[in-house]
C-alpha cells in the first residue's frame, strides 16, 4: 500500500517455498525476505510473503463459521483486494521508469503490498512516483461506478458512508442471473475506493500520503528538513492509529500501525546516516543530484589563481634571463639570476 526506497530492499534473493522456509529457519534473514516468487512480468518481479498466503486461508476457514459473510463473499473481497494492491502497486513502478528511476520489484504481503523504487533524487521525481499508485485507483473508482451503473444500479448502492458498506450493498438490486457479477463488480469498487482513501489519509511512511507531504514540502525547505517533519508526523500517526486499533479490536489496522511506526523510525535512521555522509563529502542532496561537487570551491580557487599569478611571473622572469643571455651571454648574469635559473631548471627538469 505504497512504495518503499529501495535503500531498504532486503529482498534480493528468489526461490520457491524451500527457499522460504530456509530464510526462515537456517539463514536467520529479515522477515521481508520470506516470500516465494510468483512471476515476472515487464522486468517486475511480484512475490507473495508467506504470512499473506497464511492471512488468505485462516480469513476463508473464518468466512465458514456462523454469523460470518460466507466463504463466496470473502474470496471475493479477499480477490479484489490482491489484484488491486497489486495494480497500484504497477502504477508506482511504471511512474518511477516514467521519470528515469528504476524499479523491478512487487511484494504482496498481509499489510497490502510495496514496490521497491529507486526514483532520481529529486522531490518532482519521488512525487510522481508516489502518484503513479493512487492514480490507478482514482482512474478506476468513476470506471467501475460506471460499470455498476450499466448494471442497472442506483445512486444508494454506489454513494454511501465508507464506515457503513453493509447498508450499501443491501441497496444492490442485480437483475435475475446477475448476482455474482454485480457483487463482484460492487467488491471491486468498495475496495478500490477504501485503497485510495486509505493510502491518501494517513500522512505517515510507507503510505501515499505521508511520500506525497514529504515530496511538497521537499520542494520548500529541502530533503532533509522534510524528511524529518514527515517522520515525526508519522511517529504521532502511527500512535493514534494504534489507538484506534486497541479500541476496535482491528489487527490489521494494528498491524499497519505499527508498521508504519517501523517504516519512520528506518527514515530517521537514514536521516542521520546521509547527514554523515554529506559532512564527509561537504554536498548538500537536498535539491537532487546534479553532479559531483565542484573543485572550485572558494579556497580551491584561491590556490588556484595563486598557482596561475605564480606561473605568469616565472615565466615572465625566464623570458627576461633568456634575453639577457641572447644579448650579453651567460657572464652577464648575476648570482641571484644563476641561482634563479638553476632552480627553474630543476623545476622543470622534476615536473
Avoid at 534480493?12 to 525476505?33: K, T
Avoid at 492509529?241 to 527514515?267: D, H, P, R, W
Amino acid at each position: 500500500m505504497g512504495w518503499e526506497d529501495r535503500r531498504y530492499d532486503s529482498t534480493g534473493r528468489g526461490g520457491g517455498f524451500g527457499a522460504v522456509l530456509r530464510r526462515m529457519f537456517w539463514d536467520g534473514e529479515s522477515p521481508m525476505d520470506w516470500a516465494i516468487p510468483l512471476y515476472r512480468a515487464w522486468g517486475i518481479r511480484v512475490r507473495l510473503h508467506l504470512f499473506f498466503i497464511i492471512m488468505i486461508v485462516l480469513e476463508l476457514i473464518d468466512s465458514i463459521r456462523r454469523n460470518q459473510l460466507g466463504l463466496p463473499y470473502v474470496a471475493i473481497g479477499l480477490s479484489s483486494l490482491w489484484l488491486l494492491v497489486l495494480l497500484h502497486e504497477y502504477g508506482h513502478c511504471i511512474a518511477c521508469r516514467r521519470v528515469g528511476g528504476t524499479a523491478d520489484k512487487i511484494l504482496m504481503w498481509p499489510l497490502g503490498g510495496l514496490a521497491y523504487c529507486a526514483p532520481p533524487h529529486h522531490w518532482k521525481a519521488n512525487l510522481i512516483t508516489t502518484l503513479g499508485g493512487p492514480g490507478v485507483n482514482a482512474i478506476l473508482w468513476p470506471v467501475l461506478g460506471l460499470v455498476l451503473v450499466a448494471l442497472g444500479q442506483k445512486s444508494d448502492a454506489i454513494v454511501f458512508n465508507p464506515f457503513d458498506p453493509w447498508l450499501a450493498m443491501g441497496n444492490l438490486t442485480p437483475a435475475p442471473g446477475m448476482y455474482w457479477t454485480v457483487v463482484t463488480v460492487w467488491w471491486f469498487y468498495y475496495t478500490n475506493a477504501l485503497l485510495f482513501c486509505f493510502n491518501m489519509l494517513l500522512p505517515m511512511y510507507p503510505m501515499d500520503c505521508g511520500r506525497v507531504v514529504h515530496a511538497l514540502l521537499w520542494r520548500k525547505m529541502g530533503h532533509r528538513k522534510a524528511t524529518s517533519i514527515v517522520v515525526n508526523v508519522g511517529f504521532v500517526t502511527a500512535i493514534l492509529l494504534l489507538v484506534v486499533a486497541v479500541k476496535t479490536s482491528n489487527m490489521q489496522m494494528l498491524g499497519i500501525a505499527l508498521f508504519g511506526a517501523a517504516m519512520c523510525y528506518m527514515e530517521r535512521r537514514q536521516l542521520a546516516m546521509t547527514a554523515d555522509d554529506m559532512s564527509t563529502y561537504g554536498y548538500n542532496f537536498d535539491e537532487g543530484f546534479k553532479g559531483l561537487p565542484a573543485e572550485d570551491d572558494k579556497q580551491q580557487a584561491s590556490a588556484r589563481r595563486k598557482r596561475e599569478k605564480q606561473e605568469q611571473d616565472d615565466q615572465q622572469e625566464l623570458d627576461r634571463i633568456l634575453s639577457k643571455i641572447a644579448a650579453s651571454g651567460m657572464g652577464s648574469l648575476n648570482k641571484a639570476e644563476k641561482r634563479w635559473l638553476e632552480r627553474a631548471s630543476e623545476k622543470r627538469r622534476g615536473g
